[in-house]
């Protein structure tokens, strides 16, 4: 109980002191409220909308997963892919690279040329934002195997598949997990983006179109409002895929999940 | 018709085979070896002279660059000969019966026929059918050298190659896995290669020490074990025992030079 209080008491304390700053900031210094509004403020803004917000934050975190889901599905694969052959790799790793740099702003707004405005095209710059962790780190885990291993499996006449199904991707595990961590951040930062250019729905709407439309109307609040929401999405689809990535992983390696139990 | 009797015998012969690598570097030169069925031999020989690049030559999984490499198992199909590596090199994500079981998955074998040959292969080496379903991760050195070797018993080979299997275990581990390593090749009449650093493991284990040069690796002599298949733990304290294992080392001093 002392032990949790420690843990907890100091980031509420600091937490209540940049409240407090923040609050009389504002009025000693006399800053706009379309510059810095009041926290007392945001917090009106916050309850005054929160069922719209909420909404907003709904379709947010569905086009993210959707992206990050997806990513992970075709990143593994192409990883598999890439795992089978080192011209391919030399071929196209390159590329990957070069996509892995191009900022994602930068593509949107063609994406919204191709697909429209809409669900589909902000689901798919998440995708597109998490897919090199996912394709990277598959992709170590599938070739950085022990060459004895790999000579294991030679004595025994796999084949291909065999390798690839029996050792490769099961041996990717722990490295795909580490790519999907990053990954997930990632694709609420494409999703949030995506919203920027092809979120704007006749009625539905996610937080990336709150702060873009608040920003042009200089609701200072509001795009407040919307960045916490976004920052609490982005700290829930991490903390959900850390937490689901150590069960995946604590399953790879230890039947029953609870090694030092039984120790 | 006595060479075909002789032939008959053989298990693997090597003729001046040499192995060179991509880079130049002669790992191996003119090794001739002959070790007959059913026979227990020990390959020794300072670190990097090539003994672990022969035993894979035997094992298929490289070719030698030059010279004549026989291997015949006495079966029809060639997949009887199994490896035993100096890590357990098990999977991690598998438990230990689906580690042992590996070799006959990989060949495609009934679900019943892996399940069957497993257990058996599983008392054989030593363990409860409670350690069945622990992880490697689970499990000391001791034991995963144990599962390792009886994933590569559930073939029920016909030559078993085994890369300094032991190793990394300490010497009352070592001695007592040697043992049983013993009881189980008297059990089943294998044909075996073992390649250690360890004189007195050799010397225990073996009817013959082969001790091979500094690299290039060549076979440069041959010593006979005279005792008999079946070895008591004493025999370790014996003169005989001491005066072949002194042979032996000075036999790597000289190579050594």
Known sequence: MKRSLQVILPPIVLFAIVIAA?????????????????????????????????????????????????????????????????LIRRSCYPYAI?????????????????????????????????????????????IAIDSDLLDLFGLYRATR???????????????????????????VVGAIVGEFFAGNLTGRYGLGYVIYQAQSQVKTDRLFAGMIFSAVLGLAIFGLSTVIGSTVLNRW??????????R | MATDGDEYKLSVQARGVAMQFASGQTVVRDVDLTVRRGELVSLVG????????????????LSP?????????????????????????????RNVFDNIRLPLELRGLPMSEQRA??????????????????????????????????????????????????AALDDLLRQQLNEELLRIWRQ??????????????????????????????RIMAEIAVPFGASREPELRSTAEFAKLTGEVSRCLREVGR
């Open chain 2, 117 to 166: 040959a497993a257990e058996s292969s599983l008392s054989l080496i030593g363990l409860k059918p409670a350690d069945a379903v622990k992880r490697p991760r689970m499990l000391s050195g001791g034991m995963r050298m144990r599962v390792s070797l009886a994933r590569a018993l559930v073939t029920r080979p016909a030559l078993l190659l085994l890369d300094e299997p032991f």
């Open chain 1, 98 to 142: 070069f996509w892995q740099t191009v900022p994602i702003v930068a593509i949107a707004p063609l994406i919204v040329v191709w697909f429209g405005t809409g669900f589909h095209s902000v689901v798919l710059v998440a995708f597109l934002i998490s897919l090199f962790p996912i394709i990277t780190n598959g992709t170590n885990g599938m």
């Open chain 1, 22 to 86: 923040w609050h009389f900031a504002v009025i000693g210094w006399e800053i706009k409220p379309y510059l810095v509004p009041k926290p007392m403020r945001v917090w009106e803004t916050t309850i005054a909308n929160w069922r719209e917000l909420l909404g907003a934050f709904g379709l947010t975190a569905a086009a993210a997963s959707c992206g990050f889901l997806a990513s992970l599905l075709i990143g593994t694969v192409i990883a598999c892919v890439f795992s089978q052959s080192s």
């Open chain 1, 161 to 187: 598949w065999q390798v690839l199904w029996k050792l490769r991707l099961p041996h990717s595990v722990p490295f795909l997990v580490t790519g999907a961590r990053t990954s997930s951040g990632l694709s």
């Open chain 2, 65 to 93: 660059t030059s010279g004549k490499l026989s291997v015949s198992v006495g079966s029809t199909d060639d997949s009887r000969t199994a490896f035993v590596f100096q890590d357990s090199n098990l999977l991690p994500w």
């Open chain 2, 188 to 217: 089943q009449g294998w044909t075996g290669i073992f390649v250690t650093h360890n004189v007195a493991e050799a010397v225990f284990l073996s009817q013959r020490v082969l001790v091979m040069s500094q690299s290039p690796g």
């Open chain 2, 46 to 61: 300072p670190s990097g002279c090539g003994k672990s690049t022969l035993l894979r030559m035997i094992a298929g999984l």
């Open chain 1, 253 to 262: 390696s230890d039947p029953t999940g609870s090694e030092t139990s039984r």
